[in-house]
């Protein structure tokens, strides 16, 4: 048996059937920030940059989005002063919508980044395993944990430390389900959110891929009306 795939499918069948509702109104919140002229932003430290990458300049994707890079590859999210001092170097909107992914939702970094998106007014969107960083506690001295500054919360459902299949003779668990658990949830958010935009006749701005004839051109156009916020820190 492949294990890692039977594990997947049991855990899309929960987040098919628990986070469904969640899904639809994070989707309206993204359709909704297109169409009033602001971009999708998306922040992950570490492993989270993976899922932060998946909804963020991508065949398939939409064209006004783009990541907020941690320059140190999560190497000081546990540190105070960080986020802050990152997001001196970026442009929030009130019509922006901000992706924050991160497993735990403890750490000082990303708390900064939702504190400081939270007073700009723009809606915030968290990818987290829910149950588990409920029963974890604050870095911050914020006291706050990733998930309180939820406009929508998407659990990832993934089990506590990440890590979910047992190997016989290994005293730990192996083979974390967060990354897939963030690609199955945000792009079902972004084709519904797409679905919405074509339904209120809104031409949504979806990247085609740069590896067929005509992409790169068609990609380029729609970039440069968009390129003073995509291509800005």
Do not use: W
């Not at 990609?219 to 968009?226: G, Q, R």
């Amino acid at each position: 048996m492949l294990k890692f795939f039977k594990k997947i499918e049991q855990l899309s069948k929960v987040l098919e059937e628990k986070e469904a509702g969640h899904i639809h109104d994070a989707a309206k919140i993204v359709a909704d920030g297109i169409m009033n002229g602001g971009i999708t932003q998306a922040f992950g430290s570490g492993h989270s940059y993976a899922a932060a990458i998946e909804v963020s300049g991508r065949a398939g994707g939409l064209i006004p989005s783009k990541v907020i890079n941690d320059p140190a590859g999560g190497y000081y999210e546990q540190y105070e002063g960080v986020g802050t001092h990152l997001m001196h170097r970026v442009k929030l909107d009130k019509n922006d919508v901000l992706f924050l992914i991160s497993n735990s939702g403890r750490n000082p970094m990303i708390l900064e980044i939702a504190e400081i998106a939270k007073k700009v007014g723009c809606k915030i969107i968290v990818v987290t395993a829910l149950e588990s960083s409920k029963e974890s506690t604050s870095r911050s001295s914020l006291g706050t944990l990733l998930y309180q500054y939820g406009d929508v919360v998407l659990d990832n459902h993934s089990e506590f430390g990440d890590a979910a299949l047992s190997v016989d003779g290994l005293d730990t668990k192996v083979c974390g389900t967060s990354s897939a658990a963030a690609v199955l949830l945000l792009q079902q958010v972004i084709y519904e959110a797409v679905e919405i935009m074509v339904s209120k006749g809104f031409n949504p701005p979806v990247y085609k891929s740069a590896n067929i004839d005509g992409g790169p051109e068609f990609n380029e156009a729609l970039e440069d009306k968009y390129a003073d916020r995509i291509f800005h820190i």
